[in-house]
């Protein structure tokens, strides 16, 4: 059995005279649950009361990466990454406390526009995230822009958007011939296939039509790009009777996908 002491805090002003007291942990019913060994105490009923629920999704590297010159490399041809290495298995439910990452300006001089969208999620205990892994919220909806080329029209006239969309804010079109903005008109100009996120594009004259942009409302991905504590606890003396160690869920950073699309193109 291994022993885990108390936690030492000093009492206040106190000397090097003075001999520091255990400090009591009296947690109120429900804030910790224990395991029948006596041996873990998880937070997972509070991350469950004020969480919010997420779809994760785990990451694994393609099979079509091979080892080329000592380096791995993607098949561009391939169909299920699409040359970009990464594939990710079935999604499934959880909970998980979100919060802001906090910007202090030395941390910003440092990671500059990285920190735009990063939040900080704390997973159950059950879920322990791992790099690139990702996610989504799936009650809160993020206001998110594409553009799209004509080109990339599918033959029944419809843009594929990538973000889970909820509700279309607006679509505009550009007008070669007169190089100017044309606003579509919602039901009459597009219509929005929430099931298989398809914008389908009805407006009667495309001819000089060579690019779009759609702001909608959906569910971006977020990737996992930090683990600050993958694994982590401390002792603690619960309810002045025993000391065990407590299991501390794993927090991670996590960006949005659709922001490094921006970022790349400078217009972030």
């Known amino acids: 059995m291994v022993y885990v002491p108390n936690i030492i805090i000093p009492t206040p002003n106190n000397s090097f005279n003075r001999s520091p007291r255990p400090q009591k942990f009296n947690f109120p019913p429900g804030f910790l649950r224990l395991d029948p060994g006596k041996r873990?105490?998880?937070?997972?009923?509070?991350?469950?009361?004020?969480?919010y629920r997420v779809l994760y999704q785990r990451h694994q590297i393609c099979a079509c990466v091979r080892?080329?010159?000592g380096v791995l490399t993607p098949q561009p041809d391939c169909n299920t990454c699409n040359g970009t290495g990464r594939t990710y298995l079935q999604d499934f439910e959880t909970v998980a406390i979100v919060t802001s990452v906090v910007s202090s300006p030395m941390n910003y001089d440092k990671f500059g526009k990285i920190e735009k969208g990063t939040i900080s999620a704390t997973f159950l205990s059950t879920v322990t995230p791992n790099f690139n892994d990702r996610f989504r919220l799936i009650d809160v909806l993020v206001p998110l822009t594409q553009n799209f080329s004509i080109n990339d029209l599918d033959s029944d006239n419809s843009l594929y958007l990538d973000w889970f969309p909820q509700e279309i804010i607006s679509v505009t079109a550009f007008?070669?011939?007169k190089n100017s903005v044309i606003m579509l008109n919602e039901s009459k100009d597009y219509a929005l296939d929430v099931d298989n996120k398809k914008l389908f594009i009805m407006f009667p004259n495309l001819t000089n039509i060579t690019s779009f942009s759609v702001l909608y409302n959906g569910t971006p991905y977020y990737y996992v790009m930090q683990i600050p504590h993958q694994y982590r606890g401390?002792?603690?003396?619960?309810?002045?009777?025993?000391?065990t160690f407590v299991k501390l869920p794993t927090n991670c950073l996590a960006r949005r996908g659709d922001l490094e699309i921006l970022e790349e193109s400078n217009l972030l």
Do not use: C, Y
């Open 40 to 51: 873990l105490l998880l937070l997972d009923q509070i991350i469950k009361q004020h969480g």
């Open 67 to 69: 080892e080329n010159a």
């Open 234 to 243: 401390v002792p603690m003396t619960f309810q002045e009777k025993f000391q």
């Open 175 to 177: 007008d070669s011939s």
